[in-house]
Structure formats: C-alpha cells, structure tokens
C-alpha cells in the first residue's frame, strides 16, 4: 500500500473518531418558529427539539473541543443550556452554554457561525474570544461582524443579534409575538437534560398587517445574551493570577533580592511542585518576561510592580499584557492537557497546538514525522526505570528528561494526546547548537525563543539528509513559475510515495505538507497552531484554514503564496 492510500485509510479511521471538518456535518429538514413579514426573506428560529435545530447543535457538539470537554467531564455528549439560534440563507448563528445533563457543571457560551451546504451544517468560525475583552466590546463585535460578512459576501447580515447596545441594524429581522410557557423536556429531545422542567419560548405569527407587531428587543426570548453573560467575576478575572504571584514571590525570588528576573523565572518553571493556579500564574508571568525578551528588553518584577499591576486590575483598568485574560486561558488549556505520555498508541497531527512561543519550525517537522511514521515517535521515547524519559534522536546519545512540570505544560506549545511533545521539545532545547549567549536556565526556551530551521530539525529526527526547494527566488537564473511548479509537482509525488517529511514555510512560520493529490493538483497542509481561521496570503488575499489547522491550496498557489518547500531525502 503506498503512502497516499495509507494516509486515506488513516483519515477515515481518524475522521470516524473525531469527525474532522469536511467529514463533520449534519443532515436537516427541521421547521422554525418565525414566519415571512410582507413577503420578505426573514431570520428563522429553528423550535426547540426539531431536527433543525439539533443538527445546528450537533455540529457544535461533535467540534474536537466540545468532544474534549465532554471527556474531561465523564459525559457521553455535551448538553447545551440558553440556546440562541438564528439562521437565514443557509447560514446560521449559533450561541449556547454547554453542560453536563444534570446540569452541575456549565461552561461560559460558545457562538459560532454555520453554513449550510447540500442541505447539511458545517462549522465555519467561532466569535472571537477578544470580543468581550475588548475596551468597546459593542464596536469590536459589529467590527468582527463585518469582516465576516465581508469575506462570506453570501453570509447574510442579519442573522447575527444584538449584543453590547449593538446598532438596531445588527437585530435579527422577523416579526413575531412571544410567550413564556413550560414544557417537560423529554428524552426524545436530544439538545437538553431529559426529564427537566425549563422555560421554553414560544412564538405566534403576528400578520404583516398589523400596526403595532412586537418589535424584537422587546422579545425577552429572541434578544439573544451578550456573547459572555454577565458575570460576578468580571473585571476580577486577574484576581487568582495576582493572588498567587503574591502568595509565591519570595519563594521564586532565588537570591532573595526582592526582586524576580527571567532566569528565576526559568528555574521556577521546571519545579514540580509548582501545580494548578501556582503553575498557571507563573507560566503567565513568564510568557510576559519572555515576550519581552524577545524585544530586547529586560523585564524585572519588585513587590511594588505586583502591588500595582493589581490595584490597577482591581479598578477595572485594562492591562497590556492582560494578565487576567491569559491566566484564564492558560487555566483552562492546563485542565485540558492530558498527565501521560500519550492517550493512545500513536500520537496524532491534528493534537499539537502551537502556542505563543516560536517554535512552528519544530512543531511542523514533528508533524511531518507523524505524518510518514508514527511509530518512530513512540520508539525514540522510553521510560526510565527513576520516572524520568530518555530521548534518543539518530545519531545522538540519549537524553534524559523529566516529567515535564505542569508550568512547562502550561507555558509552552501542547498536543492534545499526551506530554510527548514537552518531552521532545526539552530534549531538543537539550541537544540544539545556538551562541552561548542566547541559552537559558530552560532547555525548553532555547527551543521556544528563536525560530528554528525545518531542516535542521528533520535531520536530527530522521539522521536524513534534507533536500531544500526555494519558491521566491530573486536570481536572475531563477527557473520560470511554469518550470518550478512542475518541479514541485514531481518533488512531491517522489517525497510522498517514499514516506518522506514534507514541510513548507511562509515568511516567519512553518508547516506540514499532509497530502498531494495529484489529479487535483493540490496540497493538504497543517497549520500547527491547530486552530480553523484563515490563511493570509501575500497578495492581501484570504483562504480559509479549518478546524484542527487544516487547509487545501493547489500547486500554483502553493509555489506562488509560499517562500519554499524542504524534505526529508531517503
């Protein structure tokens, strides 16, 4: 079986467990609540417990993070509370709180925008999270809205809702009349808790004739919530970070000075014992050092600095970085990283998670092994008899590495089925050559900190030698675009029937190059920051990027968008 068949039998068997994108949809022939006003094409609100309005939740429910929630809350599927719903022209606007089926256990919403295609809901995009962060979350949201529309010219406008004092243009255009009644959901209804009283809206169509019809912010139901509810808890979201800094400074102050550098910070980060929001805060606290570093500049922290950073958060004034915001993300990405090598018997592409830290050179030539040959991985990692792992990279002596800490696990890149990525990354930090002036007290950083070469690194993976295809060339003696597509073509198809890595690099960041389908003319390549959004091409130009990190190009794009292309030799 040659690689390509190998790879199509290991998508289906993937794509069966975790439903990638374009295997990820769902059939619907439901009804809606909301009927046309004067003949006119109107915002629908699929009814509660139609199949329309489950298919529209079932493509959220199947997502790879919403799977991930539902397994770290022992729960066969996610159940999803306060339900907003609009859909129009085949798009939809989808808003819901998920939960577990008692209900105990309930996460902040989800709003996500659906297309319908050949009468199934695919995913599109998420809302952005920095919506309700923002200074003016009213002007950032109509902001998002309208790049949106603007790059889906059939998305129509109005299905997105009011939220923030958002303009009366942004309201959903139907007419109706609403009541609140209750009903007992039963188990017939797959989108809330069996058995359980809850308020349900109903609607009455008011005829286009009348005068005064309900108009729809007055329709307690069909406004739909601000993206994020209000909360208690904001405009606090700092505290924890604050809190622990505080609680552990003198105990990360090394030399007692009172005062913390990046290089305590480093050898804080690899304590074991650090654990939980102790863990989360410093790994936050040194991602801001680190940042910092990366500019040039020297970053200290006193008592005094943590004593007014917090006052300032206290009083609701915003901060850069907004330590508030990162600790909650960095929370909750530690909750979600798994506390064993690895989740199954082989790690996956589609689980690594590039974080802010610049290390895609790594990540895509890891990708790229995975990719030809799994198995490898799990070989070059073995348990040692003290707990501790020993890496050992062709042509290298072993090298001994630690359960990575969970600070480690917080503040750098992760995969989703295991540690084995914060191992490999240590022992590469361990065994890279860089100028003595630019090492830490964190292995891991002299991986993170700098940028890398693909080539560099599948030679140290592989013991291969790498052959290297530049795209933009300036040389005069530079072949046509016609002879260099064809070179690449032939590349390819060679590089993929011998099982090779194959990345790709743009202008400061790298890839995997997962598939060439020759007949189309296309490429399959995996962004590593995992994540669905969009491609930003050269020319100003978009292409959208899918769940998991995931994109198409074709050939003439890929030589044209792309600065060049290396791969592994056999």
Avoid at 430 to 447: A, F, G, H
Avoid at 519 to 535: C, K, L, Q, R, S
């Amino acid at each position: 079986m040659n690689r390509f068949n190998v790879r199509m039998a290991g998508s289906l068997f993937i794509a069966a467990q975790l439903l990638l994108p374009w295997q990820m949809t769902f059939a619907i022939n439901g009804s809606a609540d909301v009927v046309p006003s004067g003949g006119q094409s109107v915002v629908q609100i699929p009814k509660l417990g139609s199949p329309e309005r489950t298919a529209l939740l079932d493509c959220l429910r199947y997502r790879h993070d919403l799977k991930d929630l539902a397994v770290e809350w022992n729960i066969k599927k996610i159940i999803f509370f306060n339900v907003t719903n609009f859909v129009k022209d085949d798009w939809a606007y989808v808003s819901a709180c998920p939960g577990t089926p008692d209900g105990k256990k309930q996460r902040e919403p989800v709003s996500a925008v659906l297309h319908r295609v050949d009468g199934e809901w695919t995913f599109v995009d998420y809302i952005s999270d920095d919506i309700a962060s923002a200074d003016n979350p009213n002007a950032a949201f109509k902001k998002w809205c309208n790049h949106f529309v603007k790059d889906h010219k059939s998305c129509p406008p109005e299905i997105f809702p009011t939220a923030f004092d958002a303009p009366a243009s942004r309201q959903p255009k139907f007419v109706a009349r609403t009541t609140t009644t209750t009903t007992t959901v039963h188990s017939s209804d797959p989108t809330l808790p069996t058995l359980n009283t809850l308020p349900m809206m109903t609607s009455s169509p008011t005829p286009a004739t009348s005068p005064t019809p309900t108009s729809v912010s007055s329709a307690p139901a069909l406004n739909p919530p601000a993206l994020h509810p209000p909360n208690p808890a904001d405009g606090l979201k700092a505290k924890p970070f604050f809190e622990a800094v505080k609680a552990n400074f003198s105990a990360w102050d090394a030399n007692g000075d009172g005062t913390l550098d990046r290089t305590e910070l480093e050898i804080a980060a690899q304590n074991p014992k650090y654990t939980g929001d102790t863990a989360v805060a410093l790994a936050v606290l040194k991602n801001s050092a680190d940042s910092n570093f990366r500019s040039n500049k020297t970053v200290t922290f006193k008592v005094a600095d943590i004593d007014e950073l917090s006052g300032k958060a206290e009083a609701g004034e915003k901060l850069d970085p907004d330590y508030g915001r990162s600790f909650v993300v960095t929370s909750r990405k530690l909750k979600s990283q798994p506390k064993q090598l690895f989740t199954g018997s082989l790690p996956h592409i589609f689980a690594i998670h590039q974080g802010s830290t610049m290390d895609c050179y790594f990540l895509s030539s890891i990708g790229g092994l995975i990719e030809s040959n799994p198995r490898s991985i799990v070989d070059m990692i073995q348990l040692s008899p003290d707990g501790s792992y020993a890496v050992t990279f062709p042509g290298t002596p072993p090298q001994k590495i630690p359960v990575p800490t969970e600070t480690e696990m917080a503040a750098y890149s992760d995969a989703k089925d295991g540690y084995w990525l914060n191992i490999l990354e240590k022992a590469y930090g361990n065994v890279r050559r860089l100028k003595p002036d630019q090492y830490t007290s964190e292995p891991m950083d002299t991986m993170a900190l700098y940028g890398g070469s693909c080539a560099e690194v599948i030679k140290l993976i592989t013991g291969h030698k790498v052959h290297t295809i530049q795209f933009q060339r300036k040389d005069p003696k530079a072949p046509s675009a016609d002879v260099l597509t064809a070179t690449v073509r032939q590349a390819l198809a060679e590089a993929f029937s011998k099982h090779e890595i194959i990345t790709a690099s743009k202008v400061h960041h790298a890839y995997t190059v997962t598939e060439y389908d020759a007949t189309a003319d296309t490429v399959i390549v995996h962004n590593p920051y995992g994540n669905n959004g969009f491609e930003q091409w050269p020319d100003g130009t978009k292409g959208p990027r899918l769940v998991n990190g995931y994109f198409t190009v074709p050939v003439t794009d890929f030589v044209k968008y792309f600065r060049g292309m290396s791969h592994e030799v056999l």
